[in-house]
């Protein structure tokens, strides 16, 4: 029988999305779902450089849109996205809390502060403002994930998975929801729970390759790890797969250390 390992997950760094996503493949910038660290190599970090060199263009003519139109929400609210997804989480912050303040009752406004908060660390204002920016009349899945994953990052799991289940209730078996709600119960250190619902996540999109190495990471905690090399090898070529079978054994001897102390 495996030994079933202590979890100790180190904070947030972005949701490399929302909710709780740990991708072997690197980090997600896509939203609050991404919310804990990445495992990557060399490669791809230049890779994500280059894609930011060929955005820098778009950038800063966003950048002046902005400037010139600083209290037109439509434009504060991709450019805050855009700050987002180039790593600024600082600047995203700043853009869309001046805009919220201009206008507090913007909902799409509201919601990308929030991921923008999560992003930076702030969790429980994240939650909060996430809070307004939908009401029971009119829930949004999307945002109610958003919630659990910065719940799951203060701790409070079976908060956060009341809220996985509200926004399954909308959209029955969305990976994305699904692939959170594992994480959270692998934050539980329920690891045969966390396989289960992972694994109803890997069959509903097989391509997804955050979801993939989520489930990969529960199989190798519980001991199966030549199941989880099948999961993060998938549809790779020989050298990034080998880089991804590394970065798992790593992480894995790491937590076998933290379990022996």
């Not at 959170?180 to 966390?194: D, F, I």
Request: hydrophobic letters at 40%.
């Amino acid at each position: 029988m495996s030994k079933r390992l202590p979890l100790a997950f180190p904070p947030a760094r972005y949701l490399c999305s929302a909710v709780l996503i740990l991708a072997l493949g690197g980090c997600q910038t896509t939203g609050i779902e991404d919310v804990t660290g990445a495992l990557g190599d060399k490669q791809e970090s230049a890779a994500k450089a280059d894609a930011k060199s060929d955005a820098r263009p778009e950038m800063d003519a966003l950048r002046e849109r902005y400037r010139a139109r600083p209290s037109d929400p439509a434009i504060a609210l991709e450019y805050g996205k855009a700050l987002r997804g180039s790593g600024q989480r600082a600047q995203a912050v700043a853009v869309l809390e001046q805009a919220v303040l201009a206008h507090p009752s913007n909902k799409a406004l509201l919601a990308g502060y929030g991921r923008a908060l999560a992003d930076n660390g702030t969790f429980q204002q994240a939650f909060d403002v996430l809070g307004r920016a939908h009401s029971p009349e009119d829930p949004d899945w999307r945002i109610l994930s958003a919630q659990g994953a910065a719940l799951d990052q203060l701790g409070r799991n079976e908060e956060a998975q009341q809220y996985y289940a509200a926004a399954l209730k909308i959209v029955p078996n969305e990976p994305t929801v699904l692939s959170n709600l594992g994480l959270s119960y692998m934050l539980q250190n329920n690891l045969p729970k966390a396989e289960q619902v992972l694994g109803r996540a890997y069959q509903r999109n097989q391509n997804d390759v955050r979801v993939r190495a989520n489930l990969a990471l529960v199989l190798g905690l519980q001991g199966r790890e030549s199941e989880a090399e099948i999961l993060v090898k998938a549809d790779l070529p020989p050298d990034q797969a080998a880089a991804k079978v590394a970065a798992l054994r790593q992480l894995l001897a790491k937590k076998q250390q933290r379990a022996d102390k």
